[in-house]
Structures are given as C-alpha cells and as structure tokens.
C-alpha cells in the first residue's frame, strides 16, 4: 500500500516528528505516528519519538525516492539523506560552508539560516536533480533587519564509484564600479553592496582532497 508521510514541528521540545497515512485513502484515523521503532500510535493525539536527526528544509529527491534534509555538520550545512524516512545519514562533506555568526546581532561574522531545498523548475518540495538552496542571509556586522533571502542553484548526480571531494561551492569575481574594486568570494554578495557579478573562477571543494596534504 503506498503511503505518504509528512514531517511536522513539535513545539513543546522543537523536535521533527514524522506520521503517515495512505495515498488512497488519508482521512482522519489512517493516520500513524512514528513512535519507539514502529508507525504505532495514532495520527491524533499519539505519541511519537523524535527523528533522531535535527532536519530543515525536507524534500523527496524523485531520482532516488529517498528524503533529504539540511542539517549542521563539520565545516557547515550539510545534506542528510533517508530512505525510510525516518533514519537520515549525513553527507560527509557540507553543502555550503558557514561560519561562526551568532544569533544576537550586529556581530563581526556573516550568519545563515533557514536553509530550505526546493527544484529548480518547479519551486515544490519533490526535487529532482537540479535544486535550489534557500536561507537567509546577513552580512557582517549588520542585524536581523538587514537581511536578505539567498538562492544559490545545485546540480546533483549519481556516480558510479566513490568521489572524495565531492561537493564544490562556485569561486565568482564581482566589481564594483564605483569603488574600482574586485572581490572574489563563494559567499552571496547582496545588490546593496554595490558589486556586479563579473566571472565564475571555479569551484572550491568544501573539504580536502584526502588523498592529499592540504591546508585551508
């Protein structure tokens, strides 16, 4: 029986919890909760165990049917991925680096947050293999009232053998014409700063190449 199964925020802890019903027929009490190993308690008022991995930004990758989420992992947001919907593996390498930034803002560092996946093409939830990163974005020094909303395009593939490093974050080269400066950077540069996309420079891999000694 095809079943489908939405993930919700549980305010009381601000655990993911996950519950599924049939495709055919998801009426109120064909519902189940995902609770202690099994789908066991009811959709309304059940219990239900946390998903064991803080996720943002749920999609269904339709290429492999497997969920994806955005999660911190070393160096920055990384991808988790599941194909029971309720046990997610991290990616090793992060999508995107972030930086330290706080919450409590002005601060010294840049800050990200609410990271969110969508497709390209479409704008929903059920992605294929070309996706649309989302997240708010604030720069340096500025506050929560500076903020911009970010999205940076990702192409995917499946490989037919392991590759380490696997995830590179594009190297662009903006000008600002009125300051006669160039800036190379794989961060978002915001309109308001004045800069003007001018090349693409490459790809920096997000961690090293472990076959090599590399240093940041």
Aim: include cysteine; charged fraction near 15%.
């Amino acid at each position: 029986m095809a079943e489908k199964a939405p993930y919700c925020g549980r305010a009381r802890d601000h655990a993911t919890v996950a519950a599924r019903g049939p495709i055919a027929d998801p009426s109120p009490g064909r519902w189940a909760k995902w609770f202690n190993g099994a789908w066991s308690q009811p959709g309304i008022g059940g219990n239900s165990t946390p998903i064991p991995t803080k996720t943002a930004g749920l999609a269904r990758w339709t290429t492999t049917g497997q969920i994806l989420a955005l999660g911190v992992v070393p160096g920055g947001i990384g991808l988790f991925v599941s194909s029971d919907h309720v046990t997610f593996e991290p990616l090793p390498e992060p999508l995107l680096p972030n930086g330290p930034g706080s919450w409590a803002r002005p601060d010294p560092e840049e800050f990200s947050s609410y990271f969110g996946i969508m497709d390209v093409a479409t704008g929903a939830n059920q992605v294929g293999d070309k996706w649309m990163l989302s997240y708010a974005y604030i720069q340096p020094g500025e506050s929560f009232g500076q903020r911009y909303l970010v999205f940076r395009p990702i192409d995917v593939w499946i490989s037919a053998t392991p590759v380490h490093p696997q995830v590179g974050v594009m190297l662009a080269r903006w000008y600002n014409p009125a300051r006669q400066v160039r800036w190379s950077t794989i961060s978002a540069v915001p309109p308001a700063a004045g800069y003007r996309f001018e090349s693409q420079a490459g790809y920096l891999m997000t961690t090293a190449d472990p076959a090599t000694a590399r240093i940041p």
